[in-house]
């Protein structure tokens, strides 16, 4: 199975700032990579596809990079409706596999 | 619009077995693979595996294997996930989800399944 990881595991940050959450696997899934946000109680609501792509809907300070194994999500400048958990998966194979989750909260 | 349909709460016994539904709407049922994933309480999500609601064909995570059953009925647009000899540590919110080219862009509401004695 492709293990995915994500860092850091938790991120405090403010208003306004900018936020970089990385997810390495374990080999090459060339850019099929997905981005997930989940608020609690909620299910997780899809914003990146193909490792870079926006989907349908999802505020443009949303942002995704990498191929390969390196991944990176960007938001520009954090809104207070973005502290959430964020995961990513890997669709490159079956079994599907998502990251350990980051933690994005109000400092 | 594209919905995905759960049904709800299930309190279980340990050993029994559970049996969650998702009806799909808006889109046409056999053009996309339905996938279920789990989330114990606190924690990250976990895939089970897959559907095709056109052949019927499955595919379940290892971890399942031989205890996960999952079935569709196209007649009403539903799929099913049936888990057996259930414990404690199956307690968790079920989801199913979409998956169209390779993205899960739509997913269920969650059926919250709680094994307890």
């Known amino acids: 199975d492709i293990q995915m990881t994500q860092s850091p595991s938790s991120l405090s940050a403010s208003v306004g700032d900018r936020v970089t959450i990385t997810c390495r696997a374990s080999q090459s899934i060339s850019r099929y990579l997905n981005w997930y946000q989940q608020k609690p109680g909620k299910a997780p609501n899809l914003l990146i596809y193909a490792a870079s792509s926006l989907q349908s809907g999802v505020p443009s300070r949303f942002s995704g990079s990498g191929s390969g194994t390196d991944f990176t999500l960007t938001i520009s400048s954090l809104q207070p409706e973005d502290f959430a958990t964020y995961y990513c998966?890997?669709?490159?194979?079956?079994?599907?596999?998502f990251g350990q989750g980051t933690r994005l909260e109000i400092k | 619009q594209v919905q995905l349909v759960q049904s709800g709460t299930e309190v279980k016994k340990p050993g029994a077995s559970v049996k969650v539904s998702c009806k799909a709407s808006?889109?046409?049922?056999?053009?996309?693979?339905l996938h279920w994933v789990r989330q114990a309480p606190g924690q990250g999500l976990e895939w089970m595996g897959w559907i095709n609601p056109n052949s019927g064909g499955t595919n379940y995570a290892q971890k399942f294997q031989g205890r996960v059953t999952m079935a569709r009925d196209t007649s009403i647009s539903t799929v099913y996930m049936e888990l057996s000899s259930l414990t404690s540590d199956d307690t968790a919110v079920y989801y199913c989800?979409?998956?169209?080219?390779?993205?899960?862009?739509?997913w269920g509401q969650g059926t919250l399944v709680t094994v307890s004695s």
């Open positions: 989800a979409r998956e169209s080219q390779l993205r899960s862009d739509y």
């Open positions: 998966q890997q669709s490159y194979i079956t079994p599907r596999t």
């Open positions: 808006g889109h046409t049922f056999s053009d996309c693979y």
